[in-house]
């Protein structure tokens, strides 16, 4: 039976239904809201209404974790206080002696409470990530963009900061295993010498090498050796999600392998076809500091860059457009020949059949292009076709971009290869018998390899299977030897950047289980006595500086900064290949002329943006990380259209089978506004089924229907049908709403120039004098934050960080699905306009606004959150007792609550990972953004020994840090000339929930987006 005191509610509806077109009518009669959150508030359902109406969701109290038992908050009152009437007897307990153990000689670097930062990088897709990290005692706990690196400068991306989680993964491999045997380095390095012993004798003929992209020129040179060595062994590369469409492009257009990067801080034009390129890609994070910078109104600037998106899926980039059209994948060749005949290029003619809303955005495009020669730019995405990025290149030299917008360089790849050929290369020898030796270093092919290879059965015919790898996974089920790879933290390697620049990687910390890294695996194949990673890197650099001076001091320099100097590519002088244009135009009109007919779907491909390609897919972290946009967690989905789910009749949430020829995976729905029609976008990287603890079962994997044979991104033809079953997406976009008011505020570029405090306008601040609060002065110090919503591109890195810093837990699906997740900040997402299917798209990162007047502070009634000396709004976590008052009485839901203990019960070695300056929390206290506090200490007492005040710009809250668009500025308010202060006086500057009088420290710069007249005549 059910406690009689307080009987439990029946659940939630997983999800209510969608009447699409109730909202369409609300927004096109201008009854809906300006901005919206989501479907569902469109529609006007009752129920929804009502769940809005309950601040909390139902349940969202409850302690215990069955729905059955309704444990509430009153019986854990009445058994918490007898809990404490019975712990008084035995509250004089002595607690036992605990002995600290000091340095017998203290390292002569380490201060205890005094971390040190080393450079470093992190590789992903074979580029180098450049990094510093931070170390306490030897222990690292927290990563930042390596600022003197011209890849990142001082930046750095969502996955580049969860990567420190994966060190202490105590799912690692710990040690090297045979057959799934306990063995030893030696034992694995005696064998597989003789291994290598007898492929000798044949040249290498059964002797194949399996590895990632590969940019080190350390690594390089050994696997050329190697080669050489064993001239009839293989190389063999592959990457899930990687760049074969781009190198094929280059090759189509120049006739060599070329790699193009993107100067946009000197594009005033930019037309992105499906390229996500602020967020994903190599120079992401570049590319978003240097289109920020275009983008940003302050100093009384009233002019920024243009861009247009096309895209089949709504992205991070796409949010920033100034125009957007959503198009079918299968469309982009048909757009890229509109533009190349709109700009007169040569060989390029009008398509047939293109949607006119698309035709006219391109034909104002290439007027804009056009317009501003030399100074645009076309940026095509990964996933397209090689033919559409041949066109690029093309139309970019016909602007004149190459050498200004456009940088074209060799390779930074040391083989640039067509990555889905060698695997099936591989496949097909390993069918054939043809190799008796096979290392995999690094990757999962057996998971993530087009399905059609069947991998896994090829790999069986070989005799000796060796797979370096840093945790258990599908692929290493299928080896004899499994060696455990080191961390990149563990680690001595290198590594380009996408322009070249070299960076020489660091270990912070001794490997925790013996890790290897593939330099030493192919020591042992390479050399009587195996050298150790650092000497095989160290020597190889020691030969490439032989001419130098003080070889040691450049090493030092080196490591030191982060960088090896000089190691940047030279621009290329290149130009189009015109005798070979003919052939990939030709291709393109193919390509063009294959556009589905309207209510035929397709299904479009993308790695996922937390886990990727699944290589995270056991980081917490990233796999609660809401995704840009659909804000889903924990899942994937098959996201359509609205407008294609209500042809189709399915509602979010409902199980459909997506079949391609015979092959098929079934995964819940989810409808996006801005998804373009007939379009089903999948994300891979889930479905793992040997990830470990934390990854293992999460969404689906889609591998079984992404095949060579049909299109590794892009499938035309494919079947949905529905299944009549549900599964619940937990997904956050409804969480934490302020209901009717001006959150986001946005202008046109020319409505802000005719209006700079339009903003401003659309609210209402009380007086000072208005409020029943006491002044408080500040003497010295006075905390604040701006952020700019026109430059923010809704990344997540920041949420990320702040988890990194602060020791955030991982609450799980079950805790998300009840507004419980922990994240002190938010990134929300608001749709504007009337166009269901197209709405403009807004970003608005929100933490702890850290009120003049907080609302929180009068309520609690232990003093638990107090108004510090310099304007915080303090949190006493020891003196909290979970009232919840504060969360109650704060209008940005700003505010998380502990529900359970989510850090109890830890792995010994995840706790090496917490920031020693910030509290643990335990369970029943309240958290929240503190301004990262613990920095602001650790300045303050800098400051104060050198006998000098706090420099502007000293303290760099952990979001602002990370911030690629460099959205998020924090300083000293009380100083007039701190750069902070002087965005505050910016024009386009807002309080959020400013009617309240709270009096926020944390003020918004409104977004303005700079659209083409002629579109928005239209």
Known sequence: MTSPIEPPAPPEPTTLPIDFAAARERLRSSRGPAFWRGLEELAGDERFQEFLAREFPRHASDWDESLERGFSRRRFFELGLASMALAGMAACTRQPFEKIVPYVKQPEEILPG???????????????????????????????????????????????????????????LQTPTKLETIQTWALFSDELKAAAKAQKALGGAGLRVLTGSVTSPTLASQLRTLLAAFPKARWHQWEPAGRDEVRAGAVKAFGQPVETRYE????????ALDADFLVSGPHSVRYAKDFSARRRLVGGATEMSRLYTFESSPTPTGTKADNRQPVRASALPAVALALGAELGVPGFAKPAGLDEKVARTVAAAAKDLKSRAGAGVVIVGDPVAAPVHAAAHAINAALGAIGKTVVLTEPAEAEPVAQGDSLAALAADMKAGQVQLLLVLGGNPVYDAPSDLAF???????PLRVHLTSAANETSRYCHWNVPQAHFLESWTDARALDGTVTIAQPLIEPLYDGKTAHEVLSVLLEDSPRTSHDVVKE????????????????RKSLHDGLVEGTAFEPRPATPDAAGAAAWLAELAELAGRVGKPGALELSFRPDPSVWDGSFANNGW?????????????????????ATAERLGVQPDDVVTLTVGG??????????????????????????????RVGNGVGVDVAPIRTRAAGLWLVPGVQLAATGRKARLSQTQQHFRMEGRHIVRSATLAEYRKEPDFA?????????????????????NAWGVSVDLGTCIGCNACMVACQAENNVPVVGKEQVGRSREMHWIRIDHYYEGNDLENPLIHNQPLMCQQCENAPCEVVCPVGATVHGAEGLNEMAYNRCVGTRYCSNNCPYKARRFNFFEYNADKEPVLKMLANPEVTVRSRGVMEKCTYCIQRINRAKIAAEREGRAIRD??????????????????????????????????????????????????????????PNPDLEAG
């Open 114 to 172: 005094v971390p040190l930062q080393f450079a470093t990088a992190m590789t992903l897709g074979g580029f180098a990530q450049p990094l510093l990290a931070e170390s306490h005692e030897g222990r690292p706990t927290k990563l930042e963009g390596n600022p003197e690196h011209p890849a990142s400068l001082g930046a750095a991306t969502a996955l580049a900061q969860a990567s420190i989680l994966d060190l202490y993964d105590p799912d690692r």
């Open 264 to 271: 946009l801080s000197k594009a005033d034009v930019v037309v």
């Open 456 to 462: 896994a059965d090829a790999l069986q015919k070989v």
């Open 540 to 555: 190889f650099w020691r030969a490439e500086k032989r001419g130098a001076a003080d070889f040691e001091a450049f090493w």
């Open 622 to 642: 990233l796999q609660e990380l809401p995704r840009p946009l659909s804000k889903i967690t924990w899942d994937n989905a098959a996201i359509l259209a609205p």
């Open 663 to 692: 092959r098929s995976a079934s995964l819940p729905v989810f409808v996006q506004p801005g998804q373009a029609a007939d379009v089903v976008t999948v994300h891979f990287g889930f479905g793992r089924t040997v990830a470990g």
């Open 760 to 780: 401003k306008k659309l609210g209402e601040l009380p007086a000072v004098e208005e409020s029943l609060y006491p002044p408080m002065a500040y003497k010295d």
């Open 953 to 1010: 710009g000293e303290i760099r809250t952990a979001c602002q840090q990370t911030c690629p668009a460099d959205a998020i500025v924090f300083g000293n308010i009380n100083d007039p000339l701190a750069h902070v202060s002087k965005l505050k006086k910016e024009p386009r500057t807002y309080w959020v929930l400013e009617e309240l009088n709270t009096r926020p420290r944390t003020t918004y710069l409104a977004s303005v987006k700079n």
